[in-house]
């Protein structure tokens, strides 16, 4: 593998970590959220805490995806490219030996 060929590796890509850290922090908040305004309805201070962080688990949501869905274009492009390239040296191999 030369320099040009550098393999992706997705937990030390800082933003596709962070975007799925998003993605799993807001399940997480937004699950919460739904179990306190469902358990505590009656109550106005934990109406207004569940509707305020289920909301808060849809903004961390939408940036999550914003992060994991172009860092896993490109590693889609990358991976696609390297698969063609290999498939073509493969072919001329193949060709030049007949």
């Known amino acids: 593998?030369?320099?040009?060929?550098?393999?992706i590796v997705w937990w030390k890509d800082k933003k596709?970590?962070?975007g799925v850290i998003?993605?799993?922090?807001?399940f997480i908040l937004g699950f919460y959220g739904k179990i306190l305004l469902i358990?505590?309805?009656?109550?106005?201070?934990?109406?207004?805490?569940g509707l305020s962080m289920w909301a808060f688990s849809f903004i961390l949501l939408f940036?999550?995806?914003?992060?994991v869905g172009w860092e896993t274009v490109r590693m889609i492009q990358y991976r696609i490219h390297h698969?063609?390239?290999r498939?073509?040296?493969?072919?001329?191999?193949c060709e030049?030996?007949?």
Do not use: D, W
Not at 63 to 67: I, P, W, Y
Not at 87 to 93: I, M, P, R
């Open 87 to 93: 498939t073509v040296k493969g072919t001329y191999e």
């Open 63 to 67: 940036a999550g995806v914003f992060l």
């Open 83 to 85: 698969h063609v390239k």
């Open 16 to 18: 596709l970590l962070t």
């Open 1 to 7: 593998m030369n320099e040009t060929e550098q393999k």
């Open 39 to 49: 358990a505590k309805f009656y109550e106005p201070i934990y109406l207004i805490t």
């Open 22 to 26: 998003l993605v799993i922090s807001s």
């Open 96 to 98: 030049r030996n007949l």
